[in-house]
């Protein structure tokens, strides 16, 4: 769905007075906590947890609330937004950022549709991902590559084969 400029002014807006509300003198909380929130359907509660920790460089916390974006839960629903988290995330090697930030790239949301950044994306995140998920990140990988002529294959392992993880300050 495409906001216009107002409503995406607005959405905006309201990431920033949630972002000033929760940065306020409460004591840090932990990734843990906002996880907690998170498996028990405590959106509002988990955001307030990962914004802080996702500004100060947390990897999972940044997925983490790329995700709350992506879906609108907790926070008002912005692809750029998501985007935004789950590359910054995905840069510091967070496999499952990476996964999440290939399938937007996939459908262009958030990012211009780029099928060969798609794939780097998805190449990366399958590589590292955990036993139990490698299995379904490969077919969606290859659901991907399938879509692709051999020049963007090649191009989309070649960028994944240059990438190094970077850690934020």
Known sequence: MRRSLPSQLAVIAAAMALLAVTTGSAPAQSLNQGVSALNRQDYQQASRIFIPLAEHGNPSAQAYLGFLFETGRGVPQNYTEAAMWYRRAAEQGDSLAQYSLGLLYDRGQGVPRD??????????????????????????????????????????????LEWAPTRER
């Open 115 to 160: 099928i060969v950044e798609a794939g780097k994306w998805l190449n990366l995140s399958t590589a590292a991902a955990p036993p139990r998920a490698r299995e379904a990140r490969q077919r969606i990988r290859d659901a991907v590559t399938g879509k692709m002529s051999r020049g963007e294959i090649a191009q989309a392992r070649q960028r994944a």
